[in-house]
Nanobody
Framework: QVQLVESGGGLVQAGGSLRVSCAAS????????MAWFRQAPGKEREFVAS????????GYAASVKGRFTISRDNSRNTVYLQMNGLKPEDTAVYYC????????????WGQGTQVTVSS
């Protein structure tokens, strides 16, 4: 069982930066494949970025590639999403998710943290 709690959301101006964090409980955190998703009002939840257990494998949605960076600190049971060059269209609730391996479904989800980018 893994429990996820996001933090670090807030209001930022376009072009600014923000880092959101996801703190996980559970001894097996370091073995899990982690990801960030987001959901804007009136839209479906979409994939943002993912990272493998050893941090060597990362993936990004085309819309954020080059601006966002996902990382993890297994000693702190935490995964991060550094967001630079934020745009109003990045406004959404950001969710952290975990799954035992890349081929499985995401089994665990956080409650989300709101990121609002003003123009």
């Amino acid at each position: 069982q893994v429990q996820l709690v996001e933090s670090g959301g807030g209001l930022v101006q376009a072009g600014g930066s923000l880092r959101v964090s996801c703190a996980a409980s559970g001894r097996t955190f370091s073995m899990h494949h982690m990801a960030w998703f987001r959901q804007a009002p009136g839209k479906e939840r979409e994939f943002v970025a993912s990272i493998g257990a050893s941090s060597t494998d990362t993936g990004y949605a085309a819309s954020v590639k080059g601006r966002f960076t996902i990382s993890r600190d297994n000693s702190r049971n935490t995964v991060y999403l550094q967001m630079n060059g934020l745009k109003p269209e990045d406004t959404a609730v950001y969710y952290c998710a975990a799954r035992p391996e890349p081929s499985s479904k995401f089994l665990y989800w956080g409650q989300g943290t709101q990121v609002t980018v003003s123009s």
